[in-house]
């Protein structure tokens, strides 16, 4: 910890407190993740509203990806940024590569993009999780 430049504190809200928590704790990221089993669901366009409202930075993980084939993710990314364009003027971009993640990090709080991360346990296409 001597040579760190930032620590990170990481806080999961839960459905029942995630309105207090993200008006009340001031983040200064806030990580959405969204299961493609699940689906863009009514409560994940409220809780990226809600980010929008409070004006810090997007960050959006699909997980299970690996559940799904390419067309079926194709449109489920389509349609979430049908959605990110419907209620707000951000611009989202799949990271795919490290390449995009440098890009990312200096661009970040400067531009008005909402990285969208795709997260598998199996496929090397994706990034992997530990």
């Known amino acids: 910890m001597d040579q760190s430049t930032k620590i ?16 009340s704790l ?11 089993k699940k689906g863009i669901t009514k409560s994940v366009e409220e809780y990226f509203k809600l980010a929008m409202a409070i004006k810090v930075p997007l960050i959006i993980v699909i997980t299970h990806v690996d559940a799904s084939d390419e067309e079926f993710l194709e449109d489920f990314v389509y349609n979430l ?12 971009f799949v990271i795919k590569n490290e390449k995009d993640v440098v890009l990312l990090s200096r661009v970040l709080h ?8 795709l997260v598998t346990l199996k496929k090397k296409n994706y990034f992997i999780l530990p």
């Not at 001031?26 to 493609?36: M, R």
């Not at 400067?110 to 990285?115: H, L, Q, V």
């Open 110 to 117: 400067k531009e008005n993009s909402i990285p969208i991360f």
């Open 8 to 23: 990170l504190q990481i806080i999961d809200l839960r459905e029942k407190t995630i309105y207090d928590g993200l008006c």
């Open 81 to 92: 940024r049908k959605m990110i364009s419907k209620n707000s003027t951000h611009i989202p």
């Open 26 to 36: 001031y983040p200064e990221y806030v990580l959405l993740t969204i299961s493609i």
